[in-house]
Nanobody, 123 residues
Framework: QVQLVESGGGLVQAGGSLRLSCAAS????????MGWFRQAPGKEREFVAA????????LYADSVKGRFTISRDNAKNSMYLQMNSLKPEDTANYYC????????????????WGQGTQVTVSS
């Protein structure tokens, strides 16, 4: 199985940047599509970005397109989310997830989940 640990969250002012990291264990990491999701208290989890197993295909939610960049380094068993031009509405707990099958925007397609890292953007 795959274990995922997020890091890099914190407090930042609107317009600032953060880089989230997701470290994965397991020998099958490179076979998994990966995704980032976020959830604020009392709200449903929403898709942020996803990347194929090879890194050749990426998907972004309209709300973050042009501001966020997802990437991965299979040699390091790591995935990243570079977040620029942050807005207060980006405030949420961010989760990384792994899909053994295919890149997707729905959480149901992801089998493995990290514990989350909090991102708070002040206005």
């Amino acid at each position: 199985q795959v274990q995922l640990v997020e890091s890099g969250g914190g407090l930042v002012q609107a317009g600032g940047s953060l880089r989230l990291s997701c470290a994965a264990s397991g020998r099958t990491f490179s076979n998994n599509a990966m995704g980032w999701f976020r959830q604020a208290p009392g709200k449903e989890r929403e898709f942020v970005a996803a990347i194929s197993s090879s890194g050749g295909t990426t998907l972004y939610a309209d709300s973050v397109k042009g501001r966020f960049t997802i990437s991965r380094d299979n040699a390091k068993n790591s995935m990243y989310l570079q977040m620029n031009s942050l807005k207060p509405e980006d405030t949420a707990n961010y989760y990384c997830a792994a899909s053994p099958f295919t890149i997707a925007t729905m959480g149901i397609n992801y089998t493995y989940w990290g514990q989350g890292t909090q991102v708070t953007v002040s206005s």
